[in-house]
């Protein structure tokens, strides 16, 4: 199964422990579904976590994005895929609290975990450069 891993390193701190956290807390939700007894409080509590970490994260990628006067047509679809996951998530999130017997968790987090190695990949790689460049002017 994939994770994080340094082919999807981008040399840009702060978003690379915000990913490798986004990846850190879907194991961990895994690990909890993978018991013999897993306890649903536990996986609700990183679900809810998974849900304000992407939030946070997507925002701060965002806003770097703008800050550096990333290419405003790709801004757009790139919000949008963001606004997928956290749809995703939340939807996780609301049918484990009705009846954790309603959903796969550990499904849906496989699939959630593919997302995001494909988003990162591909979706984020493209703002690297960008980004990396305005973030450079601000250190010498
Ligand atoms: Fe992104």
């Avoid at 690379?16 to 536990?42: C, G, N, Y």
């Avoid at 994260?57 to 895929?81: G, Q, T, V």
């Amino acid at each position: 199964m994939g994770s994080w891993n340094t082919s999807i390193k981008f040399g840009i701190d702060l978003i690379d422990r915000d990913h490798r956290r986004l990846f850190d807390l879907i194991d961990a939700i895994q690990d909890e579904a993978s018991k013999d007894t897993p306890d649903p409080e536990v996986i609700q509590g990183i679900l809810r976590e998974l849900r304000e970490y992407a939030n946070y994260h997507f925002k701060r990628e965002e806003s770097l994005m703008l800050a550096s006067d990333y290419d405003a047509e790709a801004f757009n679809p790139h919000r949008i895929e963001h606004e997928y996951f956290e749809t995703m998530v939340r939807s996780v999130d609301v049918l484990y609290r009705i009846d954790e017997h309603l959903i796969n968790v550990d499904k849906l987090m496989d699939i959630l975990r593919e997302w995001l190695i494909t988003h990162i990949g591909i979706v984020d790689r493209a703002y690297v450069k960008t980004v990396h460049d305005f973030c450079r002017k601000f250190k010498s």
